[in-house]
């Protein structure tokens, strides 16, 4: 049975990601919010067979918290997942010591398939998201919006987060929720979640 830790701010992917790898019971999920956390629970003294970072965390710093975790566990796999982040970041990762780079739009099957290659010790790369996908068509702001918005963050606050106006964050809900075909910013978030984008 693999130990992995997954480390992602957002709680409600961390459950689902989390989840999605115990269920058939072949591996060990150790969940933190942060590098910091991450960095705490192999002092602690847990030996990761995999480490999974989301590439949006406040104190990963683009790739300096991968860069800090590789030099912890040394021979252990670390590799990146995202939401958001294009073929651009996901090749940094892997020139940077990174054994792989998974979007969260992954399927269960895709995912763990990715997961069994990284354990095995081999580099996972996805294709380029389809041309019109939903990968795709979102923005990286639309991204960093939708992340708000899952987080229960009013406009004013996603604002003030992202140092947008509030005007410019009600565009960005609202082209979201058209190109996810949403009722409404919760259904939108709910949404993103059931998809893998968050």
Do not use: W
């Not at 192999?42 to 999974?52: S, T």
């Not at 790369?125 to 899952?150: F, I, M, N, W």
């Not at 082209?175 to 939108?188: I, Q, S, V």
């Amino acid at each position: 049975m693999a130990n992995i830790i997954l480390a992602d701010d957002h709680a409600l992917v961390l459950e689902a990601i989390s989840h999605l790898l115990t269920d058939e019971g072949l591996h060990v999920v150790h969940p933190a919010a942060s590098v910091r956390e991450t960095e705490a629970l192999i002092a602690d003294g847990l030996e990761p067979d995999l480490v999974l970072l989301d590439y949006r965390m406040p104190d990963m710093h683009d790739l300096a918290g991968l860069l800090r975790i590789r030099t912890l566990v040394p021979g252990v796999p670390v590799a990146l997942i995202s939401g958001s982040a294009g073929g651009a970041v996901a090749s940094a990762a892997l020139e940077a010591g990174a054994a792989g780079f998974l979007p969260k739009t992954l399927t269960r099957e895709q995912l763990l398939a990715a997961v069994q290659v990284l354990l095995s010790g081999g580099t996972y790369q996805p294709d380029a998201p389809a041309e019109g996908s939903l990968a795709a068509t979102l923005t990286r702001r639309e991204y960093d919006v939708l992340r708000g918005v899952a987080q229960g963050l009013s406009n004013k606050e996603i604002a003030r987060s992202l140092d947008l106006t509030e005007v410019t964050v009600k565009l960005h809900v609202k082209t979201m929720c058209r190109k996810l075909d949403a009722r409404n910013r919760t259904h939108a978030a709910m949404l993103a979640l059931e998809l893998g984008l968050l």
